[in-house]
C-alpha cells in the first residue's frame, strides 16, 4: 500500500512495524531456547549410556555439549527477556503519544466548553 502511492510509511507505522519485529524476535529466542533445553537433555541421556559403558572420553564430551546447550538456552532466554522489556517501552511510549496527541487536540479547541471537553477525553 505504501510502496503504491509513493509515501513512505508514517512514523506510527514504522514503531508499529518495530513493536512486532522486537516482539517476533522474542519469540524466536524463546523457541530456540526450548530447543536447546531439549538438546541438553539428549546430551545428558547420551552421557548417562556412555558412563553405563565405562567411556569416560565419551562421557565428558556430552557432558561439555550438555553444558554448552544448558548455557545457551539460559542466554537465549536472557536476551527474549531483554527484548521484551525494550518492547514494552516501545509500547507503552507509543501509547503515552497517542494520549498526549488526544490531550493536545481537546485542549486545543477553543469552540468547547471545558466540561464537554474534560468528559470527551475522558471517554476516549
Same mark, same amino acid.
Request: charge should be positive; hydrophobic fraction near 35%; glycine fraction near 2%.
Given at each position: 500500500?505504501?510502496?503504491?502511492?509513493?509515501?513512505?510509511?508514517?512514523?506510527? %507505522?514504522?514503531?508499529?512495524?518495530?513493536?512486532?519485529? /522486537?516482539?517476533?524476535?522474542?519469540?524466536?529466542?524463546?523457541?530456540?531456547?526450548?530447543?536447546?533445553?531439549?538438546?541438553?537433555?539428549?546430551?545428558?541421556?547420551? /552421557?548417562?549410556?556412555? $558412563?553405563?559403558?565405562?567411556?569416560?572420553?565419551?562421557? &565428558?564430551?556430552? +557432558? =561439555?555439549?550438555?553444558?554448552?546447550?544448558?548455557? =545457551?538456552?539460559?542466554?537465549? /532466554?536472557?536476551?527474549?527477556? &531483554?527484548?521484551?522489556?525494550? +518492547?514494552?517501552?516501545? =509500547?507503552?511510549?507509543?501509547?503515552?503519544? =497517542?494520549?498526549? &496527541?488526544?490531550?493536545? $487536540? %481537546?485542549?486545543?479547541?477553543?469552540? &468547547?466548553? +471545558?466540561?464537554?471537553?474534560?468528559?470527551?477525553?475522558?471517554?476516549?
Amino acid at each position: 500500500s505504501t510502496q503504491s502511492t509513493g509515501r513512505s510509511p508514517t512514523s506510527k %507505522h514504522k514503531m508499529e512495524n518495530q513493536l512486532f519485529q /522486537l516482539k517476533f524476535t522474542s519469540k524466536q529466542l524463546q523457541r530456540q531456547a526450548k530447543k536447546s533445553e531439549k538438546n541438553e537433555k539428549l546430551e545428558k541421556a547420551k /552421557l548417562k549410556k556412555a $558412563i553405563e559403558k565405562g567411556n569416560v572420553e565419551g562421557a &565428558r564430551i556430552y +557432558a =561439555q555439549n550438555a553444558i554448552r546447550e544448558k548455557n =545457551q538456552a539460559l542466554n537465549f /532466554l536472557r536476551l527474549s527477556s &531483554r527484548i521484551d522489556a525494550v +518492547a514494552s517501552r516501545v =509500547q507503552s511510549a507509543m501509547h503515552m503519544k =497517542q494520549v498526549t &496527541r488526544l490531550s493536545l $487536540i %481537546h485542549i486545543s479547541e477553543p469552540t &468547547r466548553h +471545558a466540561q464537554i471537553s474534560y468528559a470527551v477525553f475522558c471517554l476516549k
